[in-house]
């Protein structure tokens, strides 16, 4: 048996992960719905055009089936993110919400388009790159998977412009020009 170290870890991600992204969508796609207009009408001042293309399915999810080899070839379970029990996830266009967890909260919805958004910014494989390595440099919470999770720098852009909205639901502003400010300046 080969251990796997972190640095080959972390190629391994960045080689699956985007295909994997890429076939979830598609399959998830095929039973998605659109918008609601209600929602749509909500948060259009937000999102723009974005939303026109973005679905809403809501079926259980599985994290991705080559974990099994990666825990099989001596990968640490808490170093690989349990998509399985999240409670909303996207992929690209496709936003997945966990079945039987609580309604969804507009604050919720808002959050998961931030990342419909900077998918489209940034493209699948530059996204899922960028979240591999946030999650991978989170190591220090190794027991922490919660707080891991939400120091993924996509993730804390998602959760901050989820509170400005949740401030001032009212106070429309372009999610993308936030987007490619924090970009430009980081
Ligand atoms: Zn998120």
Redesign the pocket.
Known sequence: MTTVDESELRSFLHEHTPKWITEQEASLRVIAFPLTSELHERLAPFFGDTLADARISSVPMSSPAWYSDLLGRGVDQRDLLDFSNLV?I?FNTAVNLLPDAPEPTMGLLF??F??VLQYRLLGVQEFARRYVDGWLAGKGFLDRPDLRYVSIP??RQ??DLQARFAAAPDSAFSVEAALQQETATA
Do not use: D
């Open positions: 909303a996207t959050h998961e931030v990342h996509l993730e998602a959760y």
